[in-house]
């Protein structure tokens, strides 16, 4: 694409992936293209050739256009619509009936039976805990100690988009279009339930039930769900430690005491 116009360009700026809005012949692009650390366009490039068909057959997510997993490099054609993070459409519960029926279809894909998955992702938050963070140290051992305890019983896995919130969430004349799958993989089910949680349920009662009505039912056990919102808690608080993002650093102290309360 050497004769394509950069329109803008979309990129965080906290990690080293850039992210631009291309236009050529008429037609828009976004290009993706990760940096040595990158762990995400893999998953991106994963997710469209396995997974996004529930979406992309509904005009629902961007189609691919081209993938090079070792040049680390995507490009799509562009989804129109405007974020719904931080316009009115963050409170309206019909959004998140939308919201929850784009995400079971997307759930309700493939179902896979896995033995170590509990062990593993406690091994995770542990190793989470050894990096540099800002957890005090009696909260850090609390954790250490109730981690060490769960159960690693056999988990189901699902297609999840791994970030399911308003922020990849685009409006565009009142349908609901999804961007975004860096972080893409197969988890439980209820991991994409975990930052609408803490977010823009806790600030408006009415979304979740909207939400789990567009869904279908609400499949999250007690204590399934504690060990999910404490692993999103740890990995939230470290990682935004890691890339110097206080807000969202600030966010998994929040997470943090949110589920040692519970």
């Known amino acids: 694409m050497p004769a394509a116009e950069v329109v803008t360009d979309h990129s965080w700026g906290l990690v080293g992936t850039a992210v631009l809005e291309l236009q050529l012949d008429g037609e828009r692009f976004i290009a993706k293209a990760g940096d040595t650390k990158d762990r995400h366009i893999s998953r991106e490039i994963r997710a469209h ?5 529930p979406w992309t057959t509904r005009g629902r997510a961007p189609r691919l256009v081209h993938a090079d997993e070792e040049a680390k490099l995507l490009v799509t054609r562009f989804l129109p ?3 719904v993070q931080g316009t009115e459409q963050e409170w309206d519960p019909d959004i998140y009936r939308q919201a929850g029926e784009l995400l079971a279809a997307f759930h309700a894909q493939v179902a896979v039976p896995d033995e170590t998955h509990e062990a593993r992702e406690n091994r995770r938050s542990l190793a989470y805990l050894d990096k540099k963070h800002t957890i005090a140290p009696e909260v850090t051992a609390r954790l250490r100690s109730e981690i060490e305890s769960w159960p690693t019983a056999a988990a189901v896995l699902v297609p999840t988009h791994g970030d399911w919130q308003p922020r990849n969430w685009l409006i565009d004349e009142g349908t609901v279009g999804i961007i975004d799958f860096g972080r893409t993989d197969l988890r439980p089910a209820i991991t994409d339930f975990a930052r609408l949680a803490v977010q823009q349920f806790a600030t408006n009662p009415a979304l979740e039930p909207a939400f789990f009505d567009g869904y279908g039912s609400d499949p999250r056990g007690p204590a399934a769900w504690h060990r999910i919102q404490l692993r999103e808690a740890i990995n939230t608080t ?11 650093e600030a966010q998994g102290h929040r997470m943090l005491a949110a589920a040692l309360r519970e």
């Open 238 to 248: 470290v990682w935004a430690h890691q890339v110097g993002d206080k807000p969202f």
């Open 49 to 53: 050739r396995e997974w996004l068909a």
């Open 81 to 83: 619509g405007v974020l």
